[in-house]
Nanobody
Framework: QVQLVESGGGLVQGGGSLRLSCAASGRFFRIDAMGWFRQAPGKEREFVATISWSGGSTTYADSVKGRFTISSDNAKNTVYLQMNRLKPEDTAVYYC??????????????WGQGTQVTVSS
């Protein structure tokens, strides 16, 4: 019912920047929030950032606070992650997440397939 497609990943040098995008499509009543998670090889998936669709309040993991900025374009059902001053430890597959209500107002959490971010030293 909800499809999420990430884009913008790639290879960047330490200290550089990347901007990730994630667009939601399908049949749903509304988006409540969208966010980003990441998973590095051999590590568990971890929370990165989230943004509320109503009001735009944001939350960040301590590891990215001050370097990453999450934003949204509600009219396009799209969330962005601006990543600045990237570090090699930011290397991971980044997954988009959406917290939505379907047409029956059931809460559904959806995931994208991920986009690779590699930061070289």
């Amino acid at each position: 019912q909800v499809q999420l497609v990430e884009s913008g990943g790639g290879l960047v040098q330490g200290g550089g920047s990347l901007r990730l995008s994630c667009a939601a499509s399908g049949r749903f009543f509304r988006i409540d929030a969208m966010g980003w998670f990441r998973q590095a090889p051999g590590k568990e998936r971890e929370f990165v950032a989230t943004i509320s669709w109503s009001g735009g309040s944001t939350t960040y993991a301590d590891s990215v606070k001050g370097r990453f900025t999450i934003s949204s374009d509600n009219a396009k059902n799209t969330v962005y992650l601006q990543m600045n001053r990237l570090k090699p430890e930011d290397t991971a597959v980044y997954y988009c997440n959406a917290d939505v209500r379907d047409l029956g107002l059931r809460r559904i959490v959806s995931w994208g397939q991920g986009t690779q971010v590699t930061v070289s030293s």
